[in-house]
């Protein structure tokens, strides 16, 4: 007997996952974790989830350059997957867009908890995340100043 070269394939022929699918499986990951902000690590959930984000700012460009702003031409932004039904879909869910944004809120309100129940804003390294996150904040705000010192400088010897 003489196999065709479909029936020669040793791989079972997978259907590559869709938007749709995708979806379902973040619905699932909220259900058992209370949130959507999957790590990329978490693959291919992960991937997926940081895919999202990145579509959806190429969105907002592409609505940026409708709206004809003069800084953004539409040709110049790459096309998005992104769609307004797909972006409400995930808002309904609870997805965060700007999870940067999101995490140092979250870290902000815990830096308000410490200092109501501690009346300071000296939290210790060895206090976990919010310790971590603290000591991150004095290093950037170090940065910034001498960027700033850096710039009057400039502007001083002109």
Request: proline share 4%; net charge positive; with cysteine.
């Amino acid at each position: 007997s003489t196999l065709t070269n479909d029936e020669k394939s040793s791989k079972p022929k997978t259907r590559r996952a869709t938007w749709n699918d995708r979806y379902q499986d973040l619905c699932k990951y909220k259900q058992m974790h209370g949130h959507c902000n999957v790590p990329q690590s978490q693959k291919p959930l992960g991937t997926w989830v940081n895919t999202q984000r990145i579509e959806h700012a190429r969105y907002l460009l592409h609505q940026k350059a409708r709206g004809n702003d003069p800084v953004t031409s539409e040709n110049s932004i790459p096309q998005t997957s992104m769609t307004p039904e797909r972006k409400a879909a995930l808002e309904e869910i609870g997805f965060v867009w700007d999870y940067n944004g999101y995490m140092w809120e979250l870290r902000y309100k815990e830096l308000l908890d410490f200092k109501a129940a501690n009346n300071h804003c000296c939290v210790p390294r060895s206090a976990g995340s919010l310790g971590a996150w603290v000591e991150k904040q004095r290093s950037e705000y170090k940065k910034f100043e001498a960027a700033c010192s850096e710039k009057e400088d400039q502007d001083v010897d002109g």
